[in-house]
């Protein structure tokens, strides 16, 4: 099983600042990995797919990069809907697995 | 409007069934892999079972193997997880998701399932 840490656990911004969160996979995922933001009481949101690629709708703030074992997804400019929880996501090998999170506060 | 729409969840006791069902529109159910994905109180998201379009293939985490069924009906739009012989660890929000094809680019608000006694 391929394990996804996510650091860090919780990062405190401001609106305006820009936001650096790191997923790492305990082995290779290729390029094979998924960023979700979850708002309290509500469903994921899916990101970025393919490590880079925004979803359809997600603003251009939102990007995503890297390869192999270490992925990180910024938020150039944080906006106040931007604060929330963030899952990474590897699709390479059975069992898809998520990362633990890390929680965006303001 | 792509909808995901689940239901079927509720307190049930150890070792209990339920039939959980997601309701599907606004797109070609047929054309898509579709999961489901479950979250404790308070915790991160964990993969359970993912159907292929044709439900030709299943997978399932490890955890659930052998105990929930997931299952499809093209003709209603509806993804279905049979699950049997419930534990505790299995309390979760259920989340219906739709498949890119093994990512995830919508889901339901889930369904409470609470195991207890």
């Known amino acids: 099983e391929i394990v996804l840490t996510q650091s860090p656990a919780t990062l405190s911004l401001s609106p305006g600042e820009r936001a650096t969160l790191s997923c790492r996979a305990s082995?290779?995922?290729?390029?094979?990995l998924a960023w979700y933001q979850q708002k309290p009481g509500q469903a994921p949101r899916l990101l970025i797919y393919?490590?880079?690629n925004r979803a359809t709708g997600i603003p251009a703030r939102f990007s995503g990069s890297g390869s192999g074992t270490d992925f990180t997804l910024t938020i150039s400019s944080l906006e106040p809907e931007d604060f929330a929880v963030y899952h990474c996501?590897?699709?390479?090998?059975?069992?898809?697995?998520f990362g633990g999170g890390t929680k965006v506060e303001i | 409007e792509v909808q995901l729409v689940e239901s079927g969840g509720g307190l049930v006791q150890p070792g209990g069934s339920l039939r959980l069902s997601c309701v599907t529109s606004?797109?070609?159910?047929?054309?898509?892999?579709m999961s489901w994905v479950r979250q404790a109180p308070g915790k991160g998201l964990e993969w359970v079972a993912t159907?292929?379009?044709?439900?030709?293939?299943?997978y399932y985490v490890d955890s659930v193997r052998g105990r929930f069924t997931i299952s499809r009906d093209v003709a209603k739009n509806s993804l279905y997880l049979q699950v049997n012989g419930l534990r505790v660890e299995d309390t979760a929000v259920y989340y219906c998701?739709?498949?890119?094809?093994?990512?995830?680019?919508?889901w339901g608000k889930g369904t409470l399932v609470t195991v207890s006694s």
């Open positions: 998701a739709r498949g890119k094809p093994t990512y995830f680019d919508n």
């Open positions: 606004g797109f070609t159910f047929s054309s898509y892999w």
């Open positions: 159907i292929k379009q044709d439900g030709s293939d299943k």
């Open positions: 082995q290779s995922v290729s390029g094979y």
């Open positions: 393919d490590a880079s």
């Open positions: 996501q590897q699709r390479l090998n059975w069992p898809l697995t």
